[in-house]
Every structure is written in C-alpha cells, then in structure tokens.
T-cell receptor, first 113, second 116 residues
Framework: AQSVTQPDIHITVSEGASLELRCNYSYGATPYLFWYVQSPGQGLQLLLKYFSGDTLVQGIKGFEAEFKRSQSSFNLRKPSVHWSDAAEYFCAVGPSNDYKLSFGAGTTVTVRA | DTGVSQDPRHKITKRGQNVTFRCDPISEHNRLYWYRQTLGQGPEFLTYFQNEAQLEKSRLLSDRFSAERPKGSFSTLEIQRTEQGDSAMYLC??????????????FGEGSRLTVL
C-alpha cells in the first residue's frame, strides 16, 4: 500500500528565511512523487514532480525538491520565502503519472514579517 | 483557458437529504477524478473516469455515493441520505490522457459540504 507522511503539521517562518518541508513515503516500486500547494480559496496547484532521472527537481515559484530513495523522502525547499508562500503544502505519491494519488495530511506554512 | 469548475462551492444540508455536485473539467481533458478532503487531512481518492467510463471506485465510496460522467464531459457526484460524516470538501480534478500528460492533476476549487 502506498502512503505519505508529512511530520510537520504547522511551520512558521520569517519572510526571507529558508523553508524545508519534510515528506516521507511508502511505496513498493519506483514512486511518482508530487508536491501540491493549496492557498486559501484556491484549488490545489502542482509545484513540482519527480518520475525519474535527476533527483533534484525544480518547480514553480522558486521551489525545489530532492528525492532520496535510501531515506524514502522527497523534501521540499525554498531558499527565501515570500509572504505569498503562506499556504498549505501537500506531498503525494502515486503508481503512475496520474490518478489515485495518496496525499499526506499537509503542512501549513505561516510567514511572519 | 478556463480551469476546472465546480458547483456549488458550498452546500449546507440537513442529515438525510440528497445532494449533488457538478464538475466541469478542462475541455480537452478526458480523465476526471473525484477526491474528498476532510479537515486536517489531505485529499483522498474517491473515483476516476476516462471519458464516460468509471474505471475505479474507492472503498470510501459507499453505496450512498454515485458518480456519473454521461457524455464524457461534465461529471456529477451524488450523495444520498447524507450523514454528518459526509461533511467535507469534495474536489474534482482533470488531466489529459495523451502524451502531453506530465502527471499533473488540475484541481477545481472544491465543493464544501456541511451536513447539519
């Protein structure tokens, strides 16, 4: 069975500081991994995805994530956060490049001035 | 290019009533998905259509739930005899099937159901 754990329910970060959100997954084969962001009143938006190849993937809005198979992790990072990055972030894993994704419970990011 | 559209955005109903949600996917997308998101949780897969065919249903989808996509375009999700435990955000997403599919699901803003 596939599953995702996001250990941090809530993170508060200062504007301009770096951000790292943790994601651990459980999946029997090579996973397809995703990070989505959900801003208040908005639909989920894809930030980035990993299927194969380079384990460091770049996404939109200055985000990047690193796939570490040995640690079953896919952590999301941003070097310098902006107030507009305040949102809820979801890590997801799936058996193929779409459908039936398993999402983590999400991490809420608060940005303080 | 319009995104995924869901209606209504918020529905308040009394326990035991039936409710129906509609989803209009992005026009060129032939795959359509329903997910449910409860407070403090991530989205959970409910069901999936390719064109008009419903290809998979989650065990979360009890016999009170039914989804249709009659002409392979819009979809409806009906919940009969609603229970308080059905209170959640119901999310619709779509994606293309062809080689342009990069694995991204395009989500609507959701339909929030409150059962009193």
């Amino acid at each position: 069975a596939q599953s995702v754990t996001q250990p941090d329910i809530h993170i508060t970060v200062s504007e301009g500081a770096s951000l790292e959100l943790r994601c651990n997954y459980s999946y029997g084969a090579t996973p397809y991994l995703f990070w989505y962001v959900q801003s208040p009143g908005q639909g989920l938006q894809l930030l980035l995805k990993y299927f194969s190849g380079d384990t460091l993937v770049q996404g939109i809005k200055g985000f990047e994530a690193e796939f570490k198979r040995s640690q079953s992790s896919f952590n999301l990072r941003k070097p310098s956060v902006h107030w507009s990055d305040a949102a809820e972030y979801f890590c997801a894993v799936g058996p193929s490049n779409d459908y039936k994704l398993s999402f983590g419970a999400g991490t809420t990011v608060t940005v303080r001035a | 290019d319009t995104g995924v559209s869901q209606d209504p955005r918020h529905k308040i109903t009394k326990r035991g009533q039936n409710v129906t949600f509609r989803c209009d996917p992005i026009s060129e997308h032939n795959r359509l998905y329903w997910y449910r998101q409860t407070l403090g949780q991530g989205p959970e897969f409910l069901t999936y259509f390719q064109n008009e065919a419903q290809l998979e249903k989650s065990r979360l989808l009890s016999d009170r739930f039914s989804a249709e996509r009659p002409k392979g375009s819009f979809s409806t999700l009906e919940i009969q005899r609603t229970e308080q435990g059905d209170s959640a955000m119901y999310l619709c997403a779509s994606s293309p099937r062809d080689s342009s599919n990069t694995g991204e699901l395009f989500f609507g803003e959701g339909s929030r159901l409150t059962v009193l």
